[in-house]
């Protein structure tokens, strides 16, 4: 078993090589538009959550002991203990009550089925991986909100679901290239789809249908956003429309590019996503996206 102490080094160059992709992805840019204080505690949650991440997917050695460590440094939050630079900035939430550990720890426990679990059966129990992967970083932006009624978690949780599932329709290629495959395995086979089908190259058809239906199933989920963005106020209420735009912008590009997603880098347009984003915090609706003739 890997201790904290052994560990310290390697989870230390992981937290920064996270932090410093935090400041070059999207996520980071939209927080400029929020008040100082917001900003830094959704970098913080977002900064450790990227950094988990990478200890589960990245990390040289025994994964499973470097996220035991990871967990122990979580524990030790609420006595001030923590000593990991990508967990640290946490510990003024978690004891003045603001954020809870639950939510930090579901994110570890995503990643300990990662390293164990690298196929899901159906739809449902990609979304039950969903419930630890995703949906605590949306409990979390709501728990810095002072928003915990039941519904708005709940829509919380689909709006999350539907992110995380659209980023499996994104990175099919990246996935099957580690070993992993987040595509349902009986959508799969419904099609005939074999795991070779899903490295880089031109997209079969039979793949393009899976996709589809993922992103089908997110689009429907993402229903949950406009009622949730509706109820929030203030920075909030911007930061989530912004959620939620890159999911139904990521949804078109994938439409557009009609889920051609093994040949091609698929990725939103910002222009679109800020027009999607403006709409929501208005509190209108997203406006229905133009379909090809291929997106049934």
Do not use: K
């Not at 900064?47 to 990871?70: E, N, S």
């Not at 640290?88 to 639950?102: D, E, K, W």
């Not at 679990?117 to 409990?139: E, I, K, M, N, Q």
């Not at 800020?274 to 208005?282: G, K, P």
């Amino acid at each position: 078993m890997t201790d904290l102490r052994s560990a310290d080094g390697h989870l230390e160059r992981l937290a920064r090589e996270a932090e410093a992709q935090a400041r070059a992805e999207n996520f980071p840019v939209a927080l400029r538009l929020l008040p100082r204080g917001p900003r830094r505690h959704l970098s913080d949650v977002y900064r450790y959550a990227r950094f988990v991440d990478d200890v589960g997917d990245t990390a040289d050695g025994d994964r499973t002991a470097l996220l035991a460590a990871v967990e122990a440094d979580v524990r030790a939050l609420p006595n001030g203990a923590a000593r990991l630079p990508a967990v640290t900035p946490l510990g003024a939430l978690v004891r003045s009550g603001t954020v809870t550990l639950q939510p930090l720890l579901d994110l570890i426990a995503a990643n300990r089925m990662d390293q164990r679990v690298r196929r899901y059966d159906t739809f449902a129990d990609l979304l039950g991986y969903c419930a630890l992967s995703a949906a605590p970083v949306g409990r979390l932006v709501l728990q810095l909100a002072g928003a915990s009624d039941p519904g708005d978690l709940a829509r919380s949780d689909e709006v999350c679901a539907a992110l995380q599932v659209l980023e499996h329709c994104q990175d099919v290629a990246e996935d099957a290239a580690a070993g992993r495959i987040y595509l349902p395995q009986e959508d799969l086979a419904r099609h005939g789809v074999e795991p070779a089908a899903l490295r880089r190259g031109p997209t079969p058809d039979a793949v393009r249908a899976v996709v589809a239906l993922q992103t089908d199933r997110a689009e429907r989920l993402l229903a949950a956003g406009p009622p949730l963005v509706r109820r929030l106020r203030g920075w909030a209420r911007v930061a989530v429309a912004g959620y939620v735009a890159g999911g139904l912008a990521t949804a078109r590009a994938l439409r557009r590019a009609r889920f051609d997603v093994l040949a091609r880098d698929v990725r939103p347009s910002r222009v679109v996503t800020a027009a999607l984003a403006a709409r929501l915090w208005a509190g209108r609706g997203p406006g229905a996206p133009a379909r090809s003739g291929s997106d049934r």
